[in-house]
């Protein structure tokens, strides 16, 4: 072989290792591609204000789920009752839902898991037999002599009925592109939480930040769509964490509580600037998110009153139609 010839398939052999380095990354970024969800509907079961004649409103809040033929049943409302009584009147059955996800251990979301359990496994045993929670909801929070932790409280009455829990430390795809996204690492300072709790945490009794804090996540041709509960973890940090762990796109719709009524403005212009940064289109902001704190979030995001609305009891989005405010807030 001629030096020339030696020199040219050199060339050759190093051209070939440039194409599979090229190749490598996307390939497998196609492959690690997550899979889009096709139909997805979200109503609000409990909130503070009702937007009908049907359902009563509370410091509180749940939502039924339904993405691709699925229902998922995501936290319980604040009274036993409640929740119960308003898909009576909504005339929604939830008999066929089996999975449960309780966003953190505060009574507001978790009061209503065994009144529900209770009634609807009459009709089906398997019916919100199954919990999914985050790590850190079973640990103690002591209240004076008492235990302030409601889901301890209730743990293994609920596993006497033959339900279970399931824990998560990292985001998890429970569905064909729908993720939980685990507990949420606190980046910002967002600081959603009282302050005054205390937690028996395995390094002690410390501050209690709700570390158990999930999201729902689902992955869908417009982008995310994220439902929160109380929004502890702090909205941004949810939604970053998502973009990180599920998929690095824009969010396209944030519902449920996010825990913004006590901010500031500044804090709130901050929180608006990066929702319009993560492209955000919908909002549906129930519970503790703050009536205030959604007109602010509209004015900043450039949202209008259909995309930017105050949840209400009845209250749904869905992927193809956009948001239903119900006629409270037509
Ligand atoms: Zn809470
Ligand atoms: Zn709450």
Redesign the pocket.
């Known amino acids: 072989m001629s030096l020339k010839e030696r020199l040219s398939l050199r060339k050759f052999y190093l051209f070939a290792v440039v194409l599979m380095l090229l190749a490598g990354p996307m390939s497998h970024s196609m492959a690690q591609k997550p899979k889009a969800v096709q139909s997805l509907r979200v109503k609000v079961l409990s909130t503070m204000l009702t937007g009908g004649n049907a359902g009563i409103g509370e410091w509180g809040f749940a939502a039924l789920i339904e993405v691709d033929g699925h229902q998922i049943l995501f936290d319980t409302g604040a009274r036993p009752e409640t929740v119960l009584q308003n898909v009576r009147e909504l005339n929604i059955d939830l008999a066929n839902v089996k999975d449960v996800i309780l966003?953190?251990n505060?009574g507001?979301?978790t009061t209503g898991l065994l009144t529900l359990r209770r009634e609807f496994m009459k009709k089906n045993p398997a019916a919100l037999s199954r919990v999914h929670v985050g790590k850190g909801i079973f640990w103690s929070r002591p209240a004076g002599n008492n235990e302030g932790n409601y889901v301890v409280k209730i743990k293994s009455e609920y596993e006497a009925t033959g339900g279970t829990f399931i824990e998560y430390n990292e985001p998890k795809e429970i569905l064909p592109g729908v993720w939980l996204t685990g507990p949420v690492p606190r980046v910002h300072a967002e600081r959603n939480?009282s302050g005054s709790g205390r937690m028996k945490s395995p390094d002690g009794l410390v501050e209690d930040n709700?570390p158990e804090?999930i999201s729902l996540v689902a992955v869908t041709d417009k982008g995310l769509v994220v439902v929160s509960?109380?929004g502890?973890a702090g909205i941004i940090n949810t939604l970053e964490h998502a973009r990180k762990k599920v998929q690095n796109t824009n969010v396209y719709a944030a519902l449920g509580?996010f825990?913004l009524f006590a901010l500031n403005d500044e804090k709130l212009d901050w929180t608006a600037s990066k929702l319009k940064e993560f492209g955000l289109q919908q909002f549906l902001g129930a519970h503790?998110t703050g009536i205030e704190a959604v007109y602010r979030l509209r004015q900043q995001t450039g949202l209008d009153r259909q995309s930017c609305v105050v949840g209400a009891v009845g209250a749904s989005f869905d992927l193809s139609k956009g948001i239903d405010p119900t006629v409270l807030a037509k």
């Open positions: 966003s953190h505060h507001d979301h939480w709700l804090d509960g109380c502890h509580g825990h503790c």
